[in-house]
Every structure is written in C-alpha cells, then in structure tokens.
C-alpha cells in the first residue's frame, strides 16, 4: 500500500492551455474523489466515482471540467480553456466501500494558471 | 445544507500548553463529523471522526473532540502541544451523498 499518488505535484501553465492530472487510488479502495483547495480555503468537493461510475458532481466542475475512471482504477481530472481562476490545488482521496468515510487524500496537484 | 464553522483563522499556543481547535456544524441529518490535519504542501490526514456511538472520539497524535449535539460543536483538543503539531487544521461534516464540506481551516502555531 502505497497510498494515493498524484502526478504531477506542479503544473504551471498558460491561460487558455488545457491540464491533465492523474491520480492512483489505494487499490483495494472502489471510491474516488476530487476536491479543490484554493489559498486560505478548505478543500471544496468537485466529484465522486465509485468503480468507474462518476456518481455526484459539485456545480463547481464547469463544462470546462472533465473526470474520468476507466476501468475503475486509475482517474483523470483534465481542465480545458484554463483560467487564472483555476490556480489551486487539487487533490484526490479514496476510500473503501466498507466503513464510513474513511477517506485517504494524495499529496496533491497545485496548478498555477499564468 | 451541511456545513461546518472554525472559529479563529489562527491560534497559536504555547508548547506543553493545552490545544483547542473550536468547530461548529450544521446539518440537517445525523452529523458524521471529522477532523484533518494538513502541513504545508501536502495532502490531509484524517485526525479522527465521529459517526455514531461514544461522543468522545480519540484519535492519533494525542488529539481528541467531543461531538456535543445540544451545542452543534465538535471542538478538538490536545492537552499538551509539541512544535510538530503545527499546522492546518480543518473539520469537515459530511453533505449530500459521500461529499465532505470543509470548513475555512484554523491555522495552529506551536511557540517554544
């Protein structure tokens, strides 16, 4: 158990320019989510998989916002159009489906949008 | 909706002196209620929660809280501070579905 990776640990990129972010659950663990953290700020919900299946979705994931799960392991987090507002960091965690809320966050992408 | 309040961005305790983190809830349904620690540049860590049961939730690094219905608060506190237990502080309450709402975070500073 390696706990939950996320790649990269800093992007920095240009207005307008799309983002990709990835992150390796726990294995054993079928639930997933992702949450932003701005400065100042606590982490704010953006969505929530169990296996593959993006079961919840904050309005705070635009249409610029896409997640995905294939095959219920690994998921994506890619920001399109980036603005300076999406600077923050994101994180992900996981969670078995037993137990309640246990969750185990990642270390994090901070994002810097220039 | 659930929500969570932290009274006071900032503490800062003496070291060996007593912590207490304030954290007042709002919610709808039977709270689930949890606290997680963040230093700088990384992920959080789950302190302890409350979900059902004992009131009184002990978790790591010597840290406890008290879930109190009656005031809608589940403060945290650690008797005696050490350097490393400087941090970001922050609770959250369980929302809709497997979403946790965060409160603003309570930064605690750690003086020799």
């Known amino acids: 158990d390696t706990g939950v990776s996320q790649d990269p640990r800093h992007k920095i990129t240009k207005r307008g320019q799309n983002v990709t972010f990835r992150c390796d659950p726990i294995?054993?663990?079928?639930?997933l989510y992702w949450y932003r953290q701005t400065l100042g700020q606590g982490p704010e919900f953006l969505t929530y998989?169990?296996?593959?299946?993006?079961?919840?979705k904050s309005r705070l994931l635009s249409d610029r916002f896409s997640a995905e799960r294939p095959k219920g392991s690994f998921s994506t987090l890619e920001i399109q159009r980036t603005e300076q507002g999406d600077s923050a960091m994101y994180l992900c965690?996981?969670?078995?489906?037993?137990?309640?809320?246990?969750?185990?966050f990642g270390s994090g992408t901070r994002l810097t949008v220039v | 909706a659930q929500s969570v309040t932290q009274l006071g961005s900032h503490v800062s305790v003496s070291e060996g002196a007593l912590v207490l983190l304030r954290c007042n809830y709002s919610?709808?349904?039977?709270?689930?209620l949890f606290w997680y620690v963040q230093y700088p540049n990384q992920g959080l860590q789950l302190l302890l929660k409350?979900?059902?049961?004992?009131?009184l939730v002990k978790g790591i690094n010597g840290f406890e809280a008290e879930f109190k219905k009656s005031e809608t608060s589940f403060h945290l506190t650690k008797p005696s501070a050490h350097m490393s237990d400087a941090a970001e502080y922050f609770c959250?309450?369980?929302?809709?579905?497997?979403?946790?709402?965060f409160g603003k975070g309570t930064s605690l500073l750690v003086t020799p």
């Open positions: 965690a996981s969670s078995p489906q037993q137990g309640t809320y246990g969750y185990t």
């Open positions: 294995s054993e663990h079928n639930r």
């Open positions: 998989f169990q296996n593959e299946a993006q079961l919840e």
């Open positions: 919610s709808s349904v039977p709270p689930y």
């Open positions: 409350y979900t059902t049961g004992a009131t």
């Open positions: 959250a309450v369980r929302g809709t579905g497997y979403a946790l709402n």
